[in-house]
């Protein structure tokens, strides 16, 4: 009887350890608790302000200067995601530069992404009108990179008028499931 109750107890622990997850991390810091509390812990960035999408930081990842967007759930406040945004590039390459040395750094730590690198027939890379094309919808560049913890989404995205930005947004899928 003592054997049975024994193992009883361990198969419960074991149930229990396993029911604890994991939460996505940024820069070292789990994507979770109170958005003050994760804020304080960035090193290296300094707070701008807020608005309703979030607290907006200044700082440098992958050794590029970027802002940062910390989202967290309304009401309570626990963090779920940051957005991090270089600065607006009015040249395809600078841009494109920006986002493979991101997608290299990135790849390093999550593996291989899913990821969508194209121009829409007929326009293509090289003919010097890239950020126009970004800028209608004529093409995207694309890196997803997903863990059981979260997911981490590489882009180019358009900004302005014939302007491009590249941007990493990183979500904790467990607090990301409360938005809903």
């Not at 945004?85 to 291989?112: M, T």
């Amino acid at each position: 009887m003592r054997h049975i109750l024994t193992l009883a107890a361990c198969l419960l622990l074991c149930a229990g350890l396993g029911a604890q997850e994991e939460h996505l991390r940024f820069n070292g810091i789990p994507l979770d608790g109170p958005v003050e509390a994760f804020t304080a812990a960035l090193e290296g960035f300094t707070v701008l302000g807020s608005n309703d999408a979030g607290i907006i930081l200044q700082g440098t990842l992958y050794g590029r200067s970027c802002k940062l967007l910390v989202k967290s759930l309304p009401g309570s406040g626990i963090v779920y995601g940051v957005d991090a945004s270089l600065p607006i590039r009015n040249d395809w390459s600078v841009c494109k530069g920006d986002y493979l040395a991101l997608q290299k750094e990135l790849s390093a730590i999550y593996g291989r992404p899913k990821k969508i690198e194209k121009f829409d027939h007929p326009f293509r890379e090289g003919d010097r009108c890239e950020l126009r094309h970004l800028n209608m919808g004529l093409c995207k560049w694309l890196s997803d990179y997903m863990t059981p913890e979260g997911s981490v989404s590489l882009r180019i995205q358009p900004v302005i008028v014939n302007n491009g930005q590249v941007v990493v947004s990183f979500e904790d899928r467990q607090n990301a499931a409360l938005l809903n």
